[in-house]
């Protein structure tokens, strides 16, 4: 399977703890993006990287968000001291940014509850 | 105003169904515009872009009105294969897509 692909695919965690999401991009593509997703709600942007710099992070939620793309491939999206109000779908995209076209292709997504 | 707005629905139309969806957004510097289909529990998928002079793809056709900042999706011969949730999503910033902006969703439900 060449799609975009996430892990752990669900996370449950008790308050407090602190989790880390994978998101593994399509081979090649030069842009990655992180979403969450709440129940009844459409994706919303979180942060996204060209490469291995991370072009925009003031939409994290909160300074216990943060995500990494160390060597421009995979990504990390980690939450500290989670809360409830942080169970939700964690939805990472990737895309391949061409003049004049881009098309971001999705993760199936980390669904993560809090306890 | 919210950024992209939707009507969620639920539209419950039978087979065959011409069914057409709304969406308006509020930042004009908009310059990328998709609707993205989403199934219930799976990640959004592309369903098309959307262009100035409007643009088709089988049974769907997509239309935009930069003046009234409005998108609309028409479904023609609704399939049951059609049931989903149907997103309407505008480019933060001008140029390609980058940051995107999803509205709620509006809720298909085909029915035989």
């Known amino acids: 399977d060449t799609g975009v692909s996430q892990n752990p695919r669900h996370k449950i965690t008790k308050r407090g703890q602190n989790v880390t999401f994978r998101c593994d991009p399509i081979?090649?593509?030069?842009?990655l993006y992180w979403y969450r997703q709440t129940l009844g709600q459409g994706p919303e942007f979180l942060t996204y990287f060209q490469n291995e710099a991370q072009l925009e992070k003031s939409r994290l939620l909160s300074d216990r968000f943060s995500a990494e793309r160390p060597k421009g491939s995979f990504s990390t999206l980690e939450i500290q001291r989670t809360e409830q109000g942080d169970s939700a779908m964690y939805l990472c995209?990737?895309?391949?940014?061409?003049?004049?076209?881009?098309?971001?292709?999705f993760g199936p997504g980390t669904r993560l509850l809090v306890l | 105003r919210k950024e992209v707005e939707q009507d969620p629905g639920p539209f419950n139309v039978p087979e065959g169904a011409t069914v057409a969806f709304n969406c308006t957004y509020s930042?004009?510097?908009?310059?990328?515009f998709f609707w993205y289909r989403q199934d219930c529990r799976k990640e959004p998928k592309l369903l098309m872009s959307v262009y100035s002079s409007g643009n088709e793809d089988g049974r769907f056709t997509a239309q935009l009105n930069r003046a009234s900042q409005y998108i609309s999706l028409l479904i023609r011969d609704s399939k049951l294969s059609d049931s989903a949730t149907y997103l309407c999503?505008?480019?933060?910033?001008?140029?390609?897509?980058?940051?995107?902006?999803f509205g709620k969703g509006t809720k298909l439900s085909v029915k035989p």
């Open positions: 995209a990737s895309s391949l940014v061409l003049p004049g076209t881009e098309t971001q292709y």
């Open positions: 999503v505008v480019n933060r910033d001008g140029g390609s897509q980058g940051n995107l902006i």
């Open positions: 930042n004009s510097a908009s310059q990328s």
């Open positions: 081979s090649e593509h030069n842009r």
